[in-house]
């Protein structure tokens, strides 16, 4: 194989550069990126679309192009990322396992994914400081969720037919203390800290509040 020279090199790189700049929709995903950080830290109405440009390291006139205005990108955010977690829990494949055991996994998704998306907590704040305006205007939100209802309800239709679980289980009340019991926490972390006098920000209580939601959850619905 022939030898590649330095100068070959460093053309070859610029182009593999140029062709990653041209990728379709690689500036919308940036924006995305960025705006989910602006919008995590100062919310909505103290996001600035300049920095999120800047964020994403593009002209502010590509914020207008692609989205319109700064509340249609919030919304695209908001969009994105339950399509990233959909997508995610659907790569669980739940309906493979023995019912307890889905259960558990789901709760265990969702919890780590609150942990490490903390960013995701603060957008669901601020949203809801706004009356979920932006959510009503999210296509086919209804079908967004649907599938993971569907879901949880086959697991709690199997667990029962098995004998393991409770009969008067009803899927979307078992989804909103699932989500319930991860988002509180993190959402309330630093006052909870302050009232028990101890860091709740740690590994280890993190780890000790993961295992706790869990039983909670897997005690619940066993009969």
Request: no cysteine; glycine share 6%.
């Amino acid at each position: 194989m022939a030898k590649v020279s330095a100068a070959q090199a460093e053309a070859l790189a610029e182009d593999e550069k140029v062709t990653k700049r041209r990728v379709p929709g690689a500036t919308r995903k940036k924006l995305l990126a960025a705006g989910r950080k602006e919008f995590a830290n100062r919310g909505l109405e103290g996001a600035r679309v300049d920095e999120i440009a800047k964020r994403a390291g593009v002209n502010k006139q590509l914020v207008y192009h692609h989205f319109g205005n700064k509340d249609e990108l919030y919304r695209h955010v908001l969009e994105s990322i339950y399509l990233e977690i959909r997508k995610r829990e659907q790569g669980l494949k739940l309906d493979t396992l023995p019912p307890l055991k889905a259960i558990q996994k789901l709760v265990e998704f969702s919890f780590d994914y609150t942990a490490k998306n903390r960013d995701f907590t603060a957008m669901l704040i601020d949203e809801n400081v706004h009356k979920g305006r932006h959510m009503k205007d999210i296509k086919d939100l209804e079908i967004l969720h649907s599938p993971l209802i569907s879901a949880i309800e086959r697991i709690l239709k199997r667990g029962e037919k098995e004998g393991v679980f409770r009969s008067d289980l009803d899927p979307e009340q078992l989804y909103m203390s699932i989500a319930g019991l991860g988002f509180f926490y993190f959402s309330n972390i630093y006052t909870l800290s302050a009232i028990f006098g101890h860091k709740l920000d740690t590994q280890d209580k993190i780890s000790e509040r993961k295992a706790h939601v869990i039983r909670l959850i897997t005690d619940a619905v066993v009969r």
